[in-house]
Structures are given as C-alpha cells and as structure tokens.
C-alpha cells in the first residue's frame, strides 16, 4: 500500500472520527485538530487498526507524535 493510499484511508477515518474533512500531513498532531482529545484518541486508534487490519503496541500509541509517526507504522505492518 503507498504512502498516499494510506493518507487518504486516514482522511476517510478521521473525517468519521471527528465529523469534518481533515486534510493530513506528516507534521498533523492531536492540537491541530479541534476534538482530538484523550477520548477521540482511543476512538481513532481503534478505527485505524481496524481499517488497515493491524494492531498499534501500546508504546507505539503513547509515543506516537504525529500523523506521519502513524503512517510510518501502519505502512510497516501493511
């Protein structure tokens, strides 16, 4: 899957997640985007794993900076 694939199934997550088009780059994190809170996190980790059929380690999640950290791991495991 290419990196753009993976940013437009991203967009299409984060858009169901937080009710609005979003478009992502590498350097988006949680403060660029209104809602994302503790909470919304959880919501959009799960919809991602679920989307790309994979599963984030723990360490990953909480050390996950932003959404270029996260297309970063979902094209490993993918």
């Known amino acids: 899957m290419s990196e ?3 940013y437009e199934k ?9 009710d609005e088009e979003i478009k992502l780059s ?5 403060e660029d985007v209104e809602d994302w ?11 991602v794993e ?3 059929g994979m599963r984030f380690k ?3 999640v909480s050390s996950m900076k932003n959404v270029g950290e996260m297309a970063s791991i979902i094209a490993e495991r993918v």
């Open 26 to 30: 590498p350097e988006t994190t949680a």
């Open 58 to 60: 723990m360490k990953e």
């Open 37 to 47: 809170d503790s909470l919304s996190h959880i919501t959009l980790i799960s919809a």
């Open 10 to 18: 991203l967009e299409e997550i984060f858009a169901d997640i937080f």
């Open 4 to 6: 753009k694939e993976i």
């Open 50 to 52: 679920a989307e790309f």
